[in-house]
């Protein structure tokens, strides 16, 4: 239904790749090497020109693609005759004009509205082989122009990387702009905000479930910490777990049949696996102590999570079917929020040193840990996209939390929702 | 907003002290002149170092004749263990409920804002679940005695330091109606 609009046309693929291996441009990571490119806005197509449709899509492919760190944007401003031409054939397209601008890509394309319905059509060249690497057309209305421009976004990074990029996926995150905590979802640059709760309770701690139809969250709603799931398309919202204290932190296994959370029933914090109708399956952690926040591996054999059973919060790796466990951090006094990343190397979380938290990311083995932020303030939360590239996180430097975006090495830090208000704890869905 | 908020606490915190100021400055009539000035003196200290909640909570909750709200209890940061005053405060909110077995009481735990949501929401039934298991050893049935975590939700104090972390990190006392 979301992507009625989407008649994505694959067009043009006819070049054989065979000959243009040679050619291929391989990228290791993000912000290792950048690509020059030349991105010209669109141009109307014969039907009505529209600055807007052509300067939101350039705004939101400039933003997609600088926030990706693949790329150097060559200057608008030196850009000769060909940006203002139409034609979107190899053959029409002047590359020797770009290739003396410095561009290695180039992206050209056009757009076509009438009255409501709006057509672009987007191609991605290769300057120094003079040919073209992928085109698709999409076909929607004006109002889908934001959607159009991160779903070619994600095409690009397809095209050059070999991995679709997460621009078109959402995050969820509580926002309190209405005076009471609530669960909201956004896209991925923070634009087109949409409230999906109303409890005017306190709303917790949302996670995506892995197919990205329906959102945990905890809700103080019934005056107890349950935990909820809600349809996104339907809105349709039931209670999963209810029982008497803590129903919290539930994170929905990768095959989408169990349930990790936090439930404190036998007077105690302590993480167990549900079934989808909210029936125990098993008890996961056993001991004096807090355990909580669990976070699975893509594989769905294990979990981590946050305890405090060996004296300060420390992460932990459980397997799911032996109960093994072993801990995972070893330094700083308070290791918490664990997020295993899709790739399932490396799981990110937080960690309090002087005072302040910062994000960080360590091996499933413990080692090779990294700091990705900072300061001043508090980076709370990572969550990675669902490509791993990226990490959105909390920080709260100028007063109220508000969402940041990086790529996982932390660089490129972007602010996503605004300062008035405070949001926190975003979770970043799987690919739509 | 905050700062507003901050200043009020300020003044209230101020107002309690020079209660206390007040206080001590009426003594018995046999008291010397000396240990008035060293009493001003401390006092004054105190109200310029900035006061913690443990001064102005002894002294300006006079008698149990109030206890329709017991007394908070405090926490060190990312502890659940009860302090030797919070096992004071307890005994005093323990006779209460003894004597008012009618009564009926949801213990709220309660955090600072620093550390995970989700291991403060554990943290805080921690709190609460140890205040209730304290009760409960001092002869409080169990029955009068629920729990609930709001974990870093619902601060009493608003603002980033110290002082107002430590307000924060408490379980209340509730009677349910």
Redesign the interface.
């Known amino acids: 239904m979301l992507l009625r609009w989407l008649v994505a046309v694959l067009l043009c693929l006819a070049l054989p790749h065979t000959v243009l291996a040679a050619t291929e441009i391989e990228i290791s990571s993000p912000g290792e090497q950048s690509i020059p490119l030349g991105l010209t806005k669109f141009l109307p197509d014969q039907g009505v020109r529209s600055d807007r449709i052509a300067d939101e899509f350039d705004e939101v492919l400039v933003a997609d693609l600088d926030l990706s760190g693949l790329f150097r944007f060559v200057d608008p401003q030196s850009f000769l005759d060909d940006a203002d031409r139409i034609g979107l054939f190899s053959t029409q397209v002047n590359f020797p004009q770009w290739r003396l601008l410095g561009a290695e890509t180039l992206i050209k394309g056009t757009y076509h509205l009438d009255g409501d319905n709006l057509v672009v059509e987007g191609r991605l060249f290769d300057v120094v082989n003079r040919r073209l690497l992928t085109g698709r057309r999409y076909v929607g209305q004006s109002k889908d122009v934001r959607r159009m421009a991160h779903a070619f976004a994600d095409l690009i990074l397809k095209e050059l990387t070999g991995e679709e990029g997460p621009f078109s996926s959402r995050i969820a995150y509580i926002s309190n702009q209405t005076g009471d ?1 609530e669960l909201w979802l956004m896209d991925v640059d923070g634009k087109r905000p949409l409230r999906l709760t109303n409890h005017r309770s ?1 709303v ?2 949302p996670d995506f479930s892995p197919r990205g139809k329906e959102i945990l969250f ?1 809700s ?1 709603r019934a ?3 349950d935990l909820y799931r809600k349809e996104i398309y339907t809105g349709k919202e039931a209670k999963l777990s209810y029982k008497p ?2 129903n ?2 539930g994170r929905m296994s990768p095959d989408e049949r169990e349930v990790a959370l ?1 439930l ?1 029933k036998d ?3 302590e993480i167990y696996l549900i079934s989808t109708s909210g029936r125990i399956r098993k008890r996961i952690t056993e001991n004096w102590g ?4 669990p976070s699975w591996s893509p594989d769905g054999e294990k979990i981590t999570f ?1 305890s ?1 059973r060996q004296g ?2 420390h992460l932990f790796i459980a397997d799911i079917f032996t109960g093994k466990t072993v801990r995972l951090t070893t330094r700083g006094k ?1 290791n ?2 664990p997020a295993w990343g899709p790739k399932g190397d490396r799981i990110a979380f ?1 960690r ?1 040193e002087g ?1 302040r ?1 910062d994000i960080y990311t360590i091996k499933t083995d413990g080692t090779d840990e990294r700091r990705l932020t900072f300061g001043p303030g ?1 980076s ?2 990572p969550r990675w996209s669902p490509d791993g590239r990226f990490i959105i996180y909390s920080w709260d430097k100028d ?1 109220n939390r508000a969402i940041y975006v990086m790529r996982a090495d932390g660089t490129g830090s972007r602010r996503l929702t605004s300062l008035e208000s405070d949001s ?2 975003p979770a970043w869905s799987p690919r739509w | 907003m ?1 700062a507003i908020q901050f200043i009020k606490v300020s003044l209230v915190v101020l107002f309690l002290v020079s209660g206390m100021i007040g206080c001590s400055t009426t003594p018995p009539v046999s008291q010397d002149t000396v240990g008035q000035s060293d009493m001003s003196q401390q006092a004054d200290a105190k109200a310029a170092t900035g006061v913690t909640e443990d001064t102005m909570k002894e002294e300006t909750v006079p008698t149990h004749a109030h206890m329709a709200n017991m007394e908070n209890i405090y926490f060190d940061f ?1 502890q659940f263990t009860l302090s030797a005053e919070a096992r004071k405060t307890l005994a005093d909110n323990a006779m209460y409920l003894k004597t008012n077995s009618g009564t009926k009481v949801v213990v709220e735990g309660h955090c600072d804002e ?6 403060n ?3 805080g ?2 709190r609460a ?1 140890a205040a209730k298991n304290y009760l409960v050893s001092l002869g409080v049935s169990a029955k009068q005695l629920s ?5 870093e ?2 601060p009493a104090v608003m603002g980033a330091n110290e002082a107002a972390w430590a307000k924060n990190r408490r379980a209340e006392f509730k009677a349910v109606h």
């Open positions: 905590k306190i917790l701690n905890t103080y005056n107890n910490p204290g803590l919290v932190a936090t404190s007077g105690n914090p807090i355990d909580s926040d946050v405090n300060n919060p308070y918490a929020t937080t309090q005072g938290f508090n709370e939360h007063g926190r704890h | 905050k990312d620093r550390g995970s949501d989700e291991y929401l554990a943290l039934e921690s679940l729990v609930i975590s709001y974990g939700e619902k």
